[in-house]
Nanobody
């Protein structure tokens, strides 16, 4: 059974930092890319960033570039989303997902990911 479990969310003041983790099991982790998405109340789930299977490629939505960083540890089957310079507009439930997409041709979309976690809440106060 494939499982992805996010952790590390919480309440932080604007300008602060959080480190989200995505722990996976039940899949050949090193064969998959991993994406982070977020969904704010009343809004659609949106792409935040992704990393390919070996960490040689990563990209982010423009609004988080320079503030967020994704890394992975294939030995531990985990992916981390380091978030700095947090803003109130970053408030959302953050999800990790495993999947595949054509690297270099386009950014990942929701449909590229078949396995999802349940999410972790990030709240940034002003």
């Amino acid at each position: 059974q494939v499982q992805l479990v996010e952790s590390g969310g919480g309440l932080v003041q604007a300008g602060g930092s959080l480190r989200l983790s995505c722990a996976t099991s039940g899949l050949a982790f090193s064969a998959y890319g991993v994406g982070w998405f977020r969904q704010a109340p009343g809004k659609e789930r949106e792409f935040v960033g992704a990393i390919n299977w070996n960490g040689s490629w990563r990209d982010y939505v423009a609004s988080v570039k320079g503030r967020f960083a994704i890394s992975r540890d294939n030995a531990k089957n985990t992916v981390t989303l380091q978030m700095t310079g947090l803003k109130p507009e970053d408030t959302a439930v953050y999800y990790c997902a495993a999947g595949g997409w054509p690297i270099g041709e386009r950014l990942p979309t929701l449909s590229d990911f078949g396995s999802w976690g349940r999410g972790t809440q990030v709240t940034v106060s002003s």
